[in-house]
């Protein structure tokens, strides 16, 4: 059975600061791994994709890199800023097709 | 083309009643996933339909829950007899194609559901 974990659950940060969301998961036989933002009361809004065959994505001030043996993924937000604040959450698509997903880290980046 | 389109975005009931659940996909897009997140949990999987069948239902509670998507309409979560710990945001998903390494879930804005 899949199992999906963040660290850390919630994280603070000065404005401009770079700062890296860890994922883990517990089986490697995935299709590919999705990082979301969600904002309070709102619905997720896709920020990555990354096929399994992939090492990495980037958008804009994202990036995000997948090592699939180890089983882990990081996030990468380059100098934050105060919009960011939201909760990110990974996810990963394994067998069959539904998307298993962390609980979450809480980002608030201070102005 | 519209996104995923959920409705009610909030929905309030006693105890004992029923919550229905509507979700409309993306244009073009013929399988559908309904997504459950607990309060201080992260989103769990419920059950993925294509038009007219269940494809995948293990993440449905056995009882008082039931879900359809029909060949016209949008797809239904319905919630029988709703009790407290029903209290949760629900989440829609669509998607154009089935399992392939490929698909992509494009997510709705969610439905509240409060009971009292």
């Known amino acids: 059975k899949q199992e999906v974990t963040q660290i850390p659950a919630a994280l603070s940060v000065p404005e401009g600061e770079n700062l890296v969301l860890n994922c883990s998961f517990t089986d490697s036989a995935i299709y590919n791994l999705q990082w979301f933002r969600q904002d309070p009361g709102k619905g997720l809004t896709s920020l990555l994709l990354i096929q399994s065959s992939q090492r990495e994505q980037t958008s804009g001030r994202l990036n995000a890199s997948l090592d699939k043996s180890s089983g882990r993924s990081t996030l990468y937000i380059a100098a934050s800023q105060p919009g960011d604040s939201a909760t990110y959450l990974c996810?990963?698509?394994?067998?069959?097709?539904?998307?298993?997903f962390g609980t979450g880290t809480r980002l608030a980046v201070r102005p | 083309n519209a996104g995923v389109m959920q409705n009610p975005r909030h929905l309030v009931r006693r105890r004992g009643q029923e919550a229905r659940l509507r979700c409309s996909p993306m244009k073009g897009h013929s399988h559908v996933y309904w997504y459950r997140q607990l309060p201080e949990e992260g989103l769990k999987f419920m059950v993925y339909?294509?038009?007219?069948?269940?494809?995948?239902e293990s993440g449905m509670p056995k009882e008082r829950f039931s879900a359809e998507f029909p060949k016209e309409g949008p797809s239904i979560l319905r919630i029988q007899q709703v009790v407290r710990g029903d209290s949760a945001a629900y989440f829609c998903?669509?998607?154009?194609?089935?399992?392939?390494?490929?698909?992509?879930?494009?997510f709705g804005a969610g439905t509240r559901l409060s009971v009292l």
């Open positions: 339909l294509q038009k007219e069948n269940i494809i995948d």
């Open positions: 996810a990963v698509r394994s067998s069959g097709d539904k998307l298993t």
């Open positions: 998903a669509s998607s154009p194609m089935g399992p392939t390494a490929k698909n992509i879930q494009y």
